[in-house]
């Protein structure tokens, strides 16, 4: 239900996510669970049969509660929104999350910041997946080109047995600003977590990303893969970390940081341990430029060396 | 159409490609066979200007017109291109957004049609990235698509052959066949002197030089007798 008083602001929130290309039929769908937070107003907050949204806001931001019953199976992706749509300000999500056992549900993100000049958006998260239950969570942030904002995503996901931990974050559009990305996934006995991040640094961003998974069940996998492109003089720095404590356990770090320049700076820290005989944990981690024979592969099909560049770079990103 | 005069590349004093000419006609698939280290896939480097490589001596004639000196993209513009002995795979770049760019942007059932020459099944494809998911054979499936796809005046083919199994030969020779009757010409790189039969003329590289070119079946006899068993691998002057 959307509060009278802020339906303008609610529509200012709708245009800059269609604005940013999203799909503004999946937020006013009243078949489809969603919360809509503009700093740190709810402006909707809709729950459907088998999950329930509560939120409270704060001084700085607002803290949601978000419940996935046991055994419901979620059909239509959950869409968050988050943002500020002012040049300054300040956005606190503390987000706790509760997919109960043999539960799914997918949940798409989206943060706004169309016109950051001094922008913070944090968000704090706790996270629980039951036993065998499936939670794929998408976050796409759209920036605007003044690089005037800080993102601090943190989260710590716990995977029940046979849980299921899929994350996506991708920050491909407007100026990153100043990233520090830092999820940290436990996983019990045959649990999964796959943990995604994409990102295109351009001008002087920073980015830090920091994926950390720890297999401690027995046949738990986890995937930490990151996928970061940088040009002008924007540095990143990304941290991979598997930790394999179990029998069976099988993890993977996977990096890949193009640098299209001379003066972007790319560091990859690959991290891998096994505490247990019978775990195995592997790593690769590509820092360069773009790679020469990709992109002649273009030009020789007629593209101009930037078209190339962009069709690759766009491939990685997607 | 093209012509190549003189040829040469010399780099870091050693000589690559030594005085070589060729003459590619409009609508001809010419075979160029060799054996490996002659010089193959240098040709088709200097040709497309790919990997840095620009002759030291003579001269690339396309369509009346020099393009040594033009970049790749200028050259694919005039008409030309190439599929790479191993096709580069591109994260992320799906077949059916490659066969896209690659037709100019042509129609969503252009790339299907591509993909059914080569022998591969569209929707078990299409969807699919051209990145290492894919094994050698496929890849150079999809790379052979993507050249027709592009309708190209002179497509340069490195080794089409090399990896691919024996069911699907037939398909990349069927593929040449077809963009030849597209009206492509095709300077078929190869070191196999069946593949080089599907010719109209072959010539016999030998380090870095032609030192044959005639009609396939004698030429590639020819070079079977003379270069198979050749005990002075690229030393021209004793094989002429």
Known sequence: MIRYSVEKE?????????KAGGDKSALQSKDVAKLVIHQNRVLASDGVKGLNIETRETETGVDVNLLVEEGAKITRPVHL????????????????????DNSEVHVIAHCIFPNAVKVIHKMDADIEIGNNARFDYKETHYHGESGGIEVIPKARVKVGKGGVWQSTFAL??????KLDYDFEVFCQEKAVAELTVKAYGK?????????????????????????????DKAKAEVKGETYGNAPYARGHVDCMELVNGTEAVAR????????????KVTHEAAIGSIDRKQVETLMARGLDEDEAVDVIVRGILR | MLKVENLQLTLNGNSIINDLSLHVSEGEIHGILGENGTGKTTIANLIMGTNNYKPTGGRIIFQGQDIAELSVSQRAKKGITLAWQEPARVEGLRVRDYLKLSGNNGKAEQAEHY???????PAQYLDRDIDATLSGGERKRIELASVLAMHPKLAILDEPDSGIDIVALPLILNGIL???????????????????????RVSVLCAGKIVRTGAPVETSQWFKDNCRTCLHINEPSEVI
């Open chain 1, 172 to 177: 491909s559009q407007g100026l990153v600003g």
């Open chain 1, 10 to 18: 609610y529509q200012g929130m709708i245009d800059a996510y269609e």
């Open chain 1, 203 to 231: 001008g002087s961003d920073d980015i830090k990303i920091w994926e950390k998974i720890h297999l401690n069940g027995t046949g738990a996998r986890g995937l930490a893969k990151s996928r970061i492109v940088l040009s």
């Open chain 2, 115 to 121: 993909l059914r020459m080569v022998g591969m099944e």
């Open chain 1, 81 to 100: 929104c988050f943002g500020i749509l002012p040049k300054e300000g300040l956005q606190e999500i503390v987000m706790k999350v509760n997919a109960r």
């Open chain 2, 178 to 200: 077809e963009m030849n009757k597209q009206g492509s010409s095709v300077l078929l790189i190869t070191h196999s002197e069946k593949m080089a039969e599907i010719a109209h």
């Open chain 1, 268 to 279: 990859a820290i690959p991290i891998v341990s096994v505490t247990n005989g019978k775990a």
